[in-house]
């Protein structure tokens, strides 16, 4: 591995990532249109119908053109194993950024719908035209919106056939201060069953402390959570963590 793979402070759109930092909590990008970029880059380089390729051709962008923060292939294969194990009808993932997670998820799971909410529109379209390249538009839909909107973007999954014991697989990967009570919400609702899988991204870098300590706390009551030590994407150098949650109740939380 090249020295600018594994360290991510030698290569300049790292460096602007950090930059645009602030940009990513607003608009939900980093500001210098990478992002549609990397849209162009698949749909000019990928073999259409071809999610491997797709995925592949995603990845070769963030190592060697722009850095961007989808899951990434190293946390992505966490991902996959963890969707194998739920051998998911349906799944929801909280952040789609440019629909590369959802990919992912969708190719582990070829029989399962996927649903991705994000806040950003401009993102959704990305992700949009990702899908549709890569053939699995018909079964993976990105809702515009965030869990915290006071109930409309539940009532709309709820409209998709989100209901109680329906959900599979949660994947979260949004806002990290969000992640607790997104899940709350969903608990709130009942959508999990016994068995249904809940995969946290970023939960070392940048880090969601709060949502760790509530797995820590819920140990064997509510979730019995593997924490995953691996990297933070595209690079070797920084160290994060992946929790997976496997939930052991069907009732709602009161
Ligand atoms: C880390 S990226 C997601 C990467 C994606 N899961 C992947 O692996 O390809 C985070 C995304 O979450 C979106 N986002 C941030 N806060 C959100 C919220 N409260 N609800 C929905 N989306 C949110 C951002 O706009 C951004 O596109």
Not at 4 to 9: A, D, E, G, W
Not at 104 to 126: T, Y
Not at 206 to 228: C, I
């Amino acid at each position: 591995m090249s020295l600018r793979r594994r360290i991510p402070m030698l290569r300049w759109s790292f460096l602007r990532m950090a930059v645009g930092a602030r940009n990513i909590f607003t608009t939900g990008q980093i500001g210098d249109g990478r992002e549609a970029a990397a849209r162009d880059f698949v749909l000019a380089n990928a073999r259409r119908g071809d999610i491997d390729d797709v995925l592949a051709t995603i990845d070769r962008f963030a190592y060697e053109k722009s850095f961007l923060i989808n899951v990434g292939d190293e946390k992505g294969a966490l991902l996959d194993a963890a969707v194998r194990r739920a051998d998911p009808r349906l799944v929801l993932e909280l952040g789609t950024y440019c629909g590369y997670g959802a990919l992912r998820l969708a190719r582990a799971a070829p029989q399962a719908r996927v649903f991705s909410v994000e806040l950003a529109e401009a993102n959704a379209e990305i992700a949009r035209a990702i899908w549709e390249h890569a053939g699995v538009a018909d079964r993976v839909t990105c809702v515009v919106g965030t869990i915290g909107d006071g109930g409309r973007t539940l009532d709309t999954l709820a409209g998709h056939g989100f209901g109680p014991g329906a959900l599979d697989l949660l994947f979260l990967d949004h806002d990290k201060n969000a992640y607790l009570a997104d899940l709350q919400s969903i608990l709130d609702r009942g959508w999990l069953h016994r068995g249904s899988i809940v995969v946290a991204d970023n939960v070392r870098l940048p880090g969601a402390p709060k949502y760790r300590e509530f797995m820590r706390r819920e140990q064997g009551r509510l979730f019995d959570t593997v924490e995953h030590k691996t990297h933070a994407e595209y690079q070797s150098l920084l160290p994060d963590l992946v929790l997976e949650s496997v939930y052991l109740e069907s009732e709602h939380l009161g």
